[in-house]
């Protein structure tokens, strides 16, 4: 069978000690997330950009730098090769007209969380575990569900009491087992933490897949900037702006750009990335102001765009480093800003974006109007998810005619 994967083990993101990846594993014995490691000069031995173009249109066609080792443990709904839109209305009206949205609101579950689910439970399930368990402000919840159930794996699911309706029906709907939490994402971790180490110890077979807890989950995302770069003809842009709760496709990004210039398959400076979040839970932003490597949870938590309400995520030293890594930046938006840019790039452009995602539209006119955007780059902002998850983001009042009564 030819090679499929060229993975080669898993590595502490801080103190770079070296685990097996052909076990299940959590986090370092430091706590600290683990990073898969491929053998690049293999795989450039195996694939070229000219090969990749020839293959089917979803991520699996990466799979040398995917950690699955035989195809047949393949989970997969199709997921990946999202439009990369030009953004011509918008651009003009923000100053950028090299603007253009990677759209994840089309993978299934209409939202990005679904590339993380597809390559986190194929491994799961080549691995032997036979269910996963995690806490989720929502979208990642729906995914790893839906995804478990098409692999056959059982799911439990925490989430938020205030966690969107149409990721609650999602995780219903797949078979998840479903659990509410009156508290925020943190909360819901424990919790589920507690059950999995109860129900393991009866021999459940569970494996906490938490945000970064797991390896895989950031192999999955990563492949957004593979794409990215080849839809550009193999070129970087200038710029990638990134809604940031727990930073995962962030830390993916930049690590897909690290890997294609080990590869060979670009070269010159790497895109300047940008950590987007609220105003209301801004722990990325504050500790970049401060010059800093780690964050501190803010007091008060709070914002519409729910899948970036995350306190203080594990990774956030990655976060950072992939910004200053990168010459990048970290900015905050109100609820009111990236709510008007939700409202305003559909009428401009005819797509309905998650708040998570107009946040990014927003801190993209933020740094025109400060000067840090010219308006010469090509600017990549990530909508990461469908607003048909979030109805409740725009009101639709509508005049109620008579039968016998007429239009003006």
């Not at 502490?12 to 014995?29: K, M, N, P, Y």
């Not at 000219?50 to 293959?55: C, G, L, N, T």
């Not at 007209?97 to 080549?126: C, H, I, Q, W, Y």
């Not at 989720?136 to 966690?163: E, F, K, Q, S």
């Amino acid at each position: 069978m030819p090679e499929f994967s060229t993975l080669s083990h898993l590595e502490c993101s801080r103190t770079g000690e070296v685990l097996d990846a052909d076990t299940v594993q959590g986090t370092s014995a430091s706590g600290a997330p683990l990073l898969a490691r491929y053998d690049l000069d293999r795989a450039r031995t195996l694939v070229t950009p000219a090969d990749i173009a020839a293959r089917p249109p979803d991520l699996w066609r990466y799979h040398e730098v995917l950690p699955v080792r035989d195809p047949a443990h393949v989970v997969t709904m199709g997921e990946g090769m999202t439009p990369l839109l030009p953004l011509p209305r918008a651009g003009a009206r923000l100053g950028l007209p090299g603007l253009r949205m990677k759209d994840e609101g089309l993978v299934p579950t209409g939202a990005f969380k679904a590339r993380g689910a597809a390559v986190g439970v194929s491994r799961a399930a080549e691995l032997g575990v036979r269910a996963v368990a995690m806490p989720t402000n929502g979208n990642a919840g729906a995914a790893w569900a839906c995804y478990a159930a098409r692999a056959g794996l059982g799911a439990l699911i925490a989430m938020p009491v205030d966690a969107p309706e149409i990721t609650r029906r999602e995780v219903v709907v797949s078979g998840g087992e479903l659990y509410l939490v009156d508290g925020l994402i943190g909360d819901a971790g424990r919790l589920v933490a507690d059950a999995v180490a109860r129900r393991n110890s009866a021999g459940a077979g569970y494996q906490d897949t938490s945000t970064l807890r797991e390896p895989y989950r950031i192999e999955g995302k990563k492949t957004m900037g593979y794409e990215i770069v080849e839809q550009l003809g193999w070129r970087c842009p200038d710029v990638i702006l990134y809604p940031t709760g727990g930073g995962v496709g962030i830390i993916a990004i930049h690590k897909a750009l690290a890997e294609m210039r080990e590869l060979g398959w670009i070269s010159g400076p790497l895109p300047r990335l940008v950590a987007v979040q609220a105003t209301g839970c801004a722990p990325i932003v504050d500790a970049f102001e401060a010059g800093l490597r780690e964050s501190t949870a803010p007091a008060d938590p709070h914002t519409v765009a729910f899948g970036i309400t995350v306190p203080r995520a594990l990774g956030d030293f990655l976060v950072l480093d992939a910004v200053y890594d990168t010459g990048g930046t970290a900015v905050a938006v109100s609820d009111d800003e990236l709510l008007a840019a939700e409202h305003a790039l559909a009428r401009d452009e005819g797509t309905w974006i998650c708040p998570e995602g107009a946040a990014c539209v927003a801190a993209a006119g933020r740094l025109r109007e400060s000067g840090w955007l010219d308006g010469s780059e090509t600017v990549v902002v990530l909508n990461t998810g469908s607003g048909l998850i979030y109805p409740d983001t725009v009101t639709a009042d509508a005049p109620v005619l008579a039968t016998d009564g007429r239009i003006p």
